[in-house]
């Protein structure tokens, strides 16, 4: 019998059938574990705890309470009259001045007022994801390369690579500095792909960063634009956490901040066109639904050509004129990032307290909405396939959907995220329980977490509760049913 499918034509494009989004990765797995059972306190306790998603849910009372005390914003009204009409007739691209201007004046507020922001370079996106896939296509072409510092955010894989064609080159960096950037790691990258015959468009980092939790220090900035200058590249900060950062004793700083420091090399380098900032209010204000994003560069053929990119995926009429109205309220931003930093530290000491407790360490965090856990001496191998078989025992077993390190490219197996400014403090106590019962059970007694314990007394790594590093594996992973198998 003829095959007929052989012979018809291709149906989908090569684009729509390549397997380059990423969605297969482990991070993303996760979700949709959760998705079919979620956890809710009452209608499904013994659901999956959502800890892989970083959303900021600590704060929604202080602006539902501005929304109630301002129902003109969200009326869509202005002096009590309607702007209905004004709104949803057609909008120029550019976006609306009043909310360009609030944005430029809140992000120069984050950053103690050590950075202004000209309205005028500032593009309107669809969120961070919009922002930096358009200056993907801005800034490099189908096979240039940008180089990123592990481990990185998973969705860096979909965002800058899938429909650009641009290629990711990872910076290695390792547990034994705190996972913090070096010169050595930045030419090792650079050679490598030089040796792959990939053209260097750039840098990119995170700031602070996802995954681990931290703000770049300033000395490590200085030595990214030393490094970018000498190259003639492009450096992209995301900066989508920078309202975050919680630590009074080593404030966020920009990279906008240290340029500015250097004004005279950054001119003799031409540096100023070549940085370039990502910003979104999904993290410090956790409006991720609203999909806020911008670009804010001082490049006029950047800031141009992302303009004319954005029309793919600007921000509504209704969300800028609401939000114009939000941030343009000085006294509320000014209440809102203190107590919102407050309500994180917190949450965050409440994770760490709790890991601690059961003999689980964490990178030392300052500022996101995650820390970055060290769970290395609970796995059967230390190897990335003890990762794997771990993280599936702590979704499908215990119950919490948690990142594997390897799916956001780290070096070293046995790093996990764990988000926890999601959920109430009482759904972090069930998620703390859960994983206390796991260990206990897994090492045959309650006296194996003070054996754990004992252990974190031992120095070792910049962690906030540090582990042997020679601990002997205890843990004994059961196998996976086979329906689990066949799902992943």
Known sequence: MVNKVADEPQLLSKKAGCNSHGQDSSYFLGWEEYEKNPFDA???????????LAENQLSFDLVEDWLEKNPDALGLRRGGASVFRELALFQDYHGLPAFKNALARFMSEQRGYRVAFDPSNIVLTAGATSANEA?????????DAFLIPTPYYPGFDRDLKWRTGAEIVPVHCTSANGFRVTRAALDDAYSRAQKRRLRVKGVLITNPSNPLGTAVPRADLDMIVDFVAAKGIHLVSDEIYSGT?????APFVS?????AARAQRAADYGLDGRVHVVYSLSKDLGLPGFRVGAIYSSNPAVVSAATKMSSFGLVSSQTQFLLAALLGDNDFTRRYLAENKRRLKERR?????????????????????FCWVDMSHLMRSRSFEGEMSLWKKVVFDVGLNISPGSSCHCSEPGWFRV??????????????????????????GAGAVGALRRAAA???????????MNMKWALRLTPLSADRKAER
């Open 419 to 444: 988000c926890f400014a999601n959920m109430s403090a009482k759904t972090l106590d069930v998620a703390m329980q859960r994983l206390r019962a796991f260990v206990e059970t897994s090492f045959k």
């Open 135 to 143: 200056l993907m296509f801005c800034l490099a072409d189908q096979g």
């Open 458 to 468: 031992a120095p070792a790594r910049s962690m906030s509760c540090p582990l042997a």
């Open 349 to 369: 000491d409440q994770l760490v307290d709790g890991l601690k407790a059961i003999g689980i360490g964490c990178l030392e965090s300052d500022s996101g909405l």
């Open 245 to 249: 950062a919680f630590s009074d004793s």
């Open 255 to 259: 990279v906008l901040e240290a340029l």
């Open 42 to 52: 009452v209608a499904n306790p013994g659901g999956i705890i959502q800890m892989g």
